[in-house]
T-cell receptor
Framework: DGGITQSPKYLFRKEGQNVTLSCEQN?????MYWYRQDPGQGLRLIYY???????QKGDIAEGYSVSREKKESFPLTVTSAQKNPTAFYLC?????????????FGSGTRLTVV | GESVGLHLPTLSVQEGDNSIINCAYS??????FIWYKQESGKGPQFIID?????DKRQGQRVTVLLNKTVKHLSLQIAATQPGDSAVYFC????????????FGKGTTLSVSS
């Protein structure tokens, strides 16, 4: 079955550490996105990528980094510069660059700073 | 800031009632709108979408209405069931190539038996 896979489901990070969240899709989608979700809040855009080797900052990119070396993969690194990283992270992909066909979301990674 | 928002953070209904979830958007250039359903601990799931050249679109038990005059979007769920309990988000696309969807804050729908 085609889909989008995020791993791990739960992740714990010590303060000062960098951690990388994985996102893989086999839908042959061109565009991929990372959103952050805090309790009672909507989804806020961190980074997105329309094509391989290219990505753009979203509204809350500070403290995060991404890469898009393969069409199928869009990993997100939460760096030590992110002061409040505890959140639910969602990866998504879409067929068209404008997202006009809507997104397919992964099941999320819950990151907790300990 | 966000240009998409929902009028009510929570909505409680009885099983069998019809539910209406509202959303306001501020960008006149937006030409594509989507409703998503998110169950606890999961990623959002697509429910229904509508383009700006339409006023209404129906799916299975769901209807989306778009009023461009007042920039208002609504999701109607007929005969609401306990399984409909979730957070519902509206999202808009500004119609610009290379841009991402903007999501509202969500409405939590609680359905009691």
């Amino acid at each position: 079955d085609g889909g989008i896979t995020q791993s791990p489901k739960y992740l714990f990070r010590k303060e000062g550490q960098n951690v990388t969240l994985s996102c893989e899709q086999n839908l042959n989608h061109d565009a991929m996105y990372w959103y952050r979700q805090d309790p009672g809040q909507g989804l806020r855009l961190i980074y997105y990528s329309q094509i391989v080797n290219d990505f753009q900052k979203g509204d809350i990119a500070e403290g995060y980094s991404v890469s898009r070396e393969k069409k199928e993969s869009f990993p997100l690194t939460v760096t030590s510069a992110q002061k409040n990283p505890t959140a639910f992270y969602l990866c998504a992909s879409s067929l068209a660059q404008t997202g006009i066909y809507g997104y397919t979301f992964g099941s999320g990674t819950r990151l907790t700073v300990v | 800031g966000e240009s998409v928002g929902l009028h009510l953070p929570t909505l409680s209904v009885q099983e069998g009632d019809n539910s209406i979830i509202n959303c306001a958007y501020s960008n006149s250039a937006s030409d594509y709108f989507i409703w998503y359903k998110q169950e606890s601990g999961k990623g959002p799931q697509f429910i229904i979408d509508i383009r700006s050249n339409m006023d209404k679109r129906q799916g299975q038990r769901v209807t989306v209405l778009l009023n461009k005059t007042v920039k208002h979007l609504s999701l109607q769920i007929a005969a609401t069931q306990p399984g409909d309990s979730a957070v519902y988000f509206c999202a808009e696309n500004k119609g610009q190539a290379g841009t991402a969807l903007i999501f509202g804050k969500g409405t939590t729908l609680s359905v009691s038996s």
